[in-house]
């Protein structure tokens, strides 16, 4: 999407999207021109499918080309900062949301000036009752001189149907352009000018949702389709005809403190019916999450397949997939909006499957031009490291994750895709000015704060040709003490979070972090209180006997505080001031409990009424 800015023209907005048996491989392209006397801010923003792997981008402003490369993390995020030193550096966002994720970056145009942005990236499509889908999200955010859409669909097996639904409330009818053959498909949809109004007299652009393709192979082979090309082989597998596999299911709902209020009416309403009540928040009971895990590992015995639903944006996500991945299961997430009962009912209606047949590919190939040649290749490597990736989340040693990461980084370098532990490093062709964008952050787990999106405020511009990226704020607490809290950029929203604090204790040099588990909308004052005073005077720490937890990551110590013993838990926060982009990973040790034991009394016992209701009245 190019967001609105005056006297900024959108010269051509471009989308090449090319399917190979299952394998999709999209290209997005914008091109505009700063028709203004001054300097205009000029904002890249697009959506694309959630678990797509970006494989390139490339910007040219004003005659300076950027071009990408494929970093391990660290040596990214080294990289980014070596530039950044010089002031030569410009953030980029990556942010999940309910299906997709944001691909943002921002830069700064001068008079006349034209910049060009394009992105790559590839996807697996997965057959979901009884079709092939495939979106691509279109939003221009502006009348565009020149506007085409190409989908392309290449499936040796054969394609049974195809079809475009109407996304766009009516207003492109007769628009889009369907050829299809018996193996290949071509899309198009180029309105022009006139068709792109919302109306006929208005500037604003009717070009704003997505353009999607459903389609379905033929399938005669019972043993279902093995392709190989290029040195590698796929086998698509689908059975027809099969009754349906009879189920018992049993909906489990968590009614634990994070889940009551808006979250737990929404559950109740949406599914209605019979349910069994229990608690996933490990404040109660049970609260070694690798515990909880092994005790539903040995529940099961293989006997259940576990499929979760994570509600809102404050579940251990994480954890959900590591309880379904051993248990042969999905996790889903279901995001608190509006849209909650479209969520679960798409969720439990979900069936994948994979498909077949066989054919010799060399020749059908060979003979079009628009056939990907690479699509083994990437489909082996696309679904080899999400393999790894769920395997990494269930490695049994420190040693077996390590051997696992080392296999996901080398194919994630090998094959040029941005994984969770891959960056990509944009630069100029000197090799001094940089951009660095990562995988959207990784579901927040115990100690990590997550900050949501919302209207956006546009920051300083810093250097000239790029802005960097919205700032998260540290807010800090003098005389002895910091309380530093994940506090949102300048263009978030909300936050639907549990919060999440750091208290760093100079006498003791420690940090000691803990979340505060309560229901949305609960104002706590931790910082003034009159009578304990609170984290005004250091309280005195001993952390002893740590020892390895049952997480090879997160070790275990025990700690004296206020006459109590607490068991507490390694972790890690981020600090904002030293790296105002990505922040810098700071070690602390985690308090249960919503804080139990280290804060004085019970965390309810500091809601206030307002925000500022501490503040003395004249």
Not at 13 to 40: D, E, F, G, L
Not at 308 to 337: C, P, T, W
Not at 586 to 595: D, P
Request: proline share 6%; glycine share 6%; with cysteine.
């Amino acid at each position: 999407m190019m967001e609105e800015v005056d006297q900024v023209t959108l010269y051509s907005y471009k989308v090449q999207s090319t399917i190979t048996s299952r394998m999709a491989t999209t290209m997005i392209q914008s091109k505009v021109v700063n028709n203004s006397p001054q300097p205009q801010n000029v904002v890249f923003d697009v959506q694309i499918p959630k678990g797509a792997f970006i494989s390139n981008f490339s910007m040219t402003v004003d005659g300076k080309t950027f071009r990408s490369s494929i970093k391990e993390k660290t040596v990214g995020r080294a990289l980014y900062a070596q530039a950044r030193a010089k002031g030569k550096t410009a953030g980029m966002v990556r942010s999940s949301a309910l299906d997709m994720e944001n691909f943002r970056t921002e830069v700064n145009v001068l008079p006349g000036a034209k910049v060009q942005f394009e992105l790559h990236y590839q996807e697996v499509k997965w057959r979901k009752l009884g079709s092939y889908e495939h979106r691509i999200y279109l939003q221009p955010g502006r009348l565009a001189k020149h506007l085409e859409v190409d989908v392309r669909v290449i499936e040796p097996q054969g394609l049974r149907f195809l079809h475009v639904p109407n996304t766009f409330e009516g207003h492109f009818d007769g628009v889009p352009v369907i050829s299809k053959g018996q193996q290949k498909a071509h899309v198009s949809f180029k309105p022009t000018v006139a068709q792109q109004r919302i109306c006929p007299s208005c500037r604003e652009t009717a070009v704003d949702g997505e353009l999607v393709v459903l389609y379905d192979v033929k399938r005669e082979e019972k043993a279902g389709e093995l392709e190989a090309f290029n040195g590698y082989f796929v086998h698509f597998f689908a059975p027809d005809n099969l009754d349906p596999i009879p189920k018992n299911i049993l909906f489990v709902i968590d009614v634990s403190g994070s889940m009551w209020g808006v979250k737990m009416k929404q559950k109740i309403y949406d599914i209605a019916s019979s349910f069994l009540s229990f608690r996933t928040s490990p404040t109660l009971g049970e609260l070694k999450l690798s515990k909880i895990q092994k005790n539903v590992k040995e529940n099961i015995q293989d006997n259940i397949s576990l499929f979760s639903l994570g509600m809102g944006f404050d579940v251990d996500f994480d954890f959900l997939k590591r309880l379904s991945n051993e248990n042969h299961g999905i996790a889903q997430r279901i995001y608190g909006n509006q849209d909650t009962s479209s969520q679960l009912k798409a969720n439990t209606q979900l069936v994948l499957e994979t498909l077949a047949q066989m054919d010799d590919l060399q020749d059908f190939l060979s003979k079009d031009k628009h056939a990907d040649p690479d699509f083994t290749r990437k489909l082996w490597a696309y679904l080899t490291i999400n393999q790894l990736l769920a395997e990494r989340s269930l490695a049994p040693t420190a040693a077996a994750k390590r051997r696992i990461t080392r296999s996901i980084l080398q194919m994630s370098l090998d094959h040029h895709i941005v994984t969770p532990l891959t960056s990509l490093v944009i630069e100029n062709e000197a090799g001094d000015e940089r951009m660095l964008a990562d995988a959207p952050p990784q579901d927040p787990s115990c100690c990590s704060g997550a900050l949501y999106y919302g209207s956006k405020v546009v920051p300083d511009s810093t250097p000239s040709w790029a802005n960097p990226s919205p700032t998260p704020v540290i807010s800090m607490l003098a005389q002895g003490s910091q309380v530093l809290e994940s506090t949102p950029p300048p263009h978030v929203m909300r936050v639907e979070n549990d919060p999440h604090f750091i208290i760093y204790l100079p006498k003791s040099q420690k940090n000691i972090c803990f979340n505060i588990d309560s229901e949305p909308g609960k104002i706590l004052n931790l910082v003034s209180d009159p009578e304990s005073g609170q984290f005004m005077q250091e309280p005195k720490i001993h952390i002893f006997n740590e020892r390895p937890g049952k997480d090879p990551e997160k070790p275990e110590a025990s700690m004296e505080v206020k006459g109590q013993k607490l068991i507490i838990t390694r972790g890690l926060q981020k600090d904002y001031r030293t790296d105002l982009v990505f922040g810098t990973d700071v070690t602390c040790w985690f308090v249960h409990n919503s804080g139990k034991g280290f804060i004085d009394g019970h965390y309810k016992d500091y809601f206030v009424p307002q925000l500022y209701s501490f503040l003395k009245r004249p």
